[in-house]
């Protein structure tokens, strides 16, 4: 398996997924891809006996064959919207499944990754790097190709049914927590942005296949 493609979004075929299957295409090469929230799946149990010294997970769920591909793959491709200042949930879970890659030897060291997240703040673009750096690149040795953050501007207030009476949610603070703002907003298709009308983002999602290419 040349490539494979991990998403932590709640959302399937959303900004993440499609930002991930977008990479992975460019690169031209055999790829794999799953969201885990599709999967059914546990966070690491600790159960270092099963793993040590094989330097494979002992859990035998959904996620145990991503896992197998992700150790004998050629570079990976990692994404997850970032929620409430930190990956989701299921990729947290995820990553604490990595642990057996660790152990007796650093098994991933130096495989190529790229790393993908959206949100919905400026600050998130940093946090999002931060997260993946300190958690994955590091832990693991991983050689980072490139970090590609999305800021989508779709908080879940968009869809919740009370985004106008809501004074905490996203879309409270991203017009400034400014009433009349909120009073006046309207919700309409075009508020629900995608990453490929953005020509920007669409030529660095080339440009990170296109490393992905040259491996």
Not at 57 to 63: H, N, P, Q, T
Not at 105 to 128: D, H, M, N, W, Y
Not at 190 to 211: A, M
Request: proline share 5%; glycine share 10%.
């Amino acid at each position: 398996m040349a490539i494979v493609g991990i998403s932590g979004s709640p959302i399937p075929d959303g900004n993440t997924d499609r930002m991930t299957k977008a990479i992975l295409q460019a690169s031209g090469k055999e790829t794999m891809f799953v969201n885990l929230s599709t999967l059914t799946y546990i966070p690491c149990k600790a159960c270092a006996h099963l793993c040590a010294r094989s330097n494979m997970c002992g859990i035998e769920d959904d996620l145990l064959p991503y896992l197998e591909a992700i150790r004998d793959a050629d570079a990976l491709v990692l994404g997850s919207p970032i929620h409430h200042g930190n990956m989701t949930g299921w990729m947290y879970s995820f990553f604490t499944r990595m642990w057996c890659f660790g152990h007796m030897k650093v098994v991933l060291r130096g495989k190529p990754v790229v790393f993908v997240s959206t949100g919905i703040a400026e600050l998130e673009q940093q946090r999002g790097s931060q997260i993946f750096q300190d958690r994955f690149a590091k832990g693991h040795r991983l050689k980072v190709l490139g970090h590609l953050y999305y800021r989508s501007l779709i908080p879940p207030c968009l869809k919740c049914g009370a985004g106008r009476d809501c004074r905490r949610g996203g879309l409270w603070h991203l017009l400034g927590r400014d009433e009349e703002a909120l009073e006046a907003f309207e919700f309409t298709p075009d508020k629900f942005r995608r990453f490929e009308d953005d020509p920007e983002v669409v030529d660095q999602v080339q440009e990170l296949g296109s490393r992905l290419a040259r491996l």
